[in-house]
């Protein structure tokens, strides 16, 4: 069955960096985009980057442009965020999540989240 797993969550102080990690399997890796969303207590889920099959094609929400960096890894079957620049608003679990279905208008797989806590 498709698996994505998260891990790289952590505690960090304001203004350091975490690198978070997806290894995803059970599906074609190299032919699907994937992304990253996060859910901060209490608040809804929200995207955060995405990247397509080929590594080449990414996009980011405002609040992390310039910040956060989403890369591939196809012979790893692995996608990666890199967070430099963190913000106590950054506090959130951080999910990744694999095949965009435009019918359903949101992504089929999803991981189980790992946590990210930034303390100012």
Request: with cysteine; proline share 1%.
């Amino acid at each position: 069955q498709v698996q994505l797993v998260e891990s790289g969550g952590g505690l960090v102080q304001a203004g350091g960096s975490l690198r978070l990690s997806c290894a995803a399997s059970g599906l074609t890796f190299n032919s699907i985009g994937m992304a990253w969303f996060r859910q901060a207590p209490g608040k809804e889920r929200v995207f955060i980057a995405d990247i397509d099959w080929s590594g080449r094609d990414t996009h980011y929400a405002d609040f992390v442009k310039g910040r956060f960096t989403i890369s591939r890894d196809n012979a790893k079957n692995i996608v990666y965020l890199q967070m430099n620049s963190l913000k106590a608003a950054d506090t959130a679990v951080y999910y990744c999540a694999g095949l965009y279905e435009a019918r359903r208008g949101s992504y089929k797989y999803w991981g189980q989240g790992t946590q990210v806590t930034v303390s100012s």
